[in-house]
């Protein structure tokens, strides 16, 4: 089974703090993201990576940036963390690109910036 | 991006058949329609995915309309276990996926 590891389930910060969200998938995939998850709003895509030191934006990328530098890795950074950043960040990989791709979720990381 | 609609939450009994319905009316001709399901305190988990055939496999099957504007994920039998958020998307040749706020499904004993 896939299986698709976040590094922590729950972190508490102070704003203006920089926070790594980790995330390994032991499964070969070449593709990975991230999403946030808040209520009502469902699940919006952060970025997103198709290969090592490549990364695309996705539909809210704003005071976040990620890093690839190995394949079984992505990592989501918060550089200056916000209160509008508290949110629940899901992390997935593919092994298809686009239509077809099956995603395989991590368990998420609940985030809370004070 | 094309967008679907689901009701907000059905409620169903144990080991009676769940229709869960989606629209997606501007669904564009190479759009793969996917159900993810999210239990609590759990990422999503892949249930079922097609293009313009009926599909099934061990946890679901998926009745999609002949004009692909709607389709239907079928759960034969619920379980409690089944309870969950079910989340309808269309997948395109782009990754930039909507997760709208899906369907939260109870199950009664």
């Known amino acids: 089974d896939v299986k698709v590891t976040q590094s922590s389930r729950y972190l508490v910060k102070r704003t203006g703090e920089k926070v790594f969200l980790e995330c390994v998938q032991d499964?070969?995939?070449?593709?990975m993201f991230w999403y946030r998850q808040d209520p009502g709003l469902g699940l919006r895509l952060i970025y997103f990576?198709?290969?090592?030191?490549?990364?695309e934006k996705g539909d809210i990328p704003e005071g976040y940036s990620v890093s690839r530098e190995k394949k079984e890795r992505f990592s989501l950074i918060l550089e200056s963390a916000s209160t509008n950043q508290t949110s629940m960040y899901l992390c997935a990989s593919s092994l298809l690109r686009g239509a077809v791709g099956e995603l395989f979720f991590g368990e998420g990381s609940r985030l809370t910036v004070l | 991006d094309a967008k679907t609609t689901q009701p907000n939450s059905m409620e169903s009994n144990e080991e009676e058949p769940v229709h869960l319905p989606c629209n997606h009316s501007?669904?564009?001709?190479?759009?793969?329609i996917h159900w993810y399901r999210q239990l609590p305190s759990q990422g999503p988990e892949y249930v079922i995915h097609?293009?313009?055939s009926n599909v099934n496999n061990r946890m679901a099957s998926l009745a999609i309309a002949e004009d692909r504007k709607s389709s239907t994920l079928i759960l034969h039998r619920a379980t409690l276990r089944d309870a969950a958020v079910y989340y309808c998307i269309l997948k395109t040749s782009y990754d930039k996926v909507i997760f709208g706020p899906g369907t939260s499904l109870s199950v009664i004993p």
């Open positions: 990576s198709y290969d090592v030191k490549m990364k």
């Open positions: 097609g293009l313009t």
């Open positions: 499964m070969d995939h070449e593709n």
């Open positions: 501007t669904i564009s001709g190479t759009d793969y």
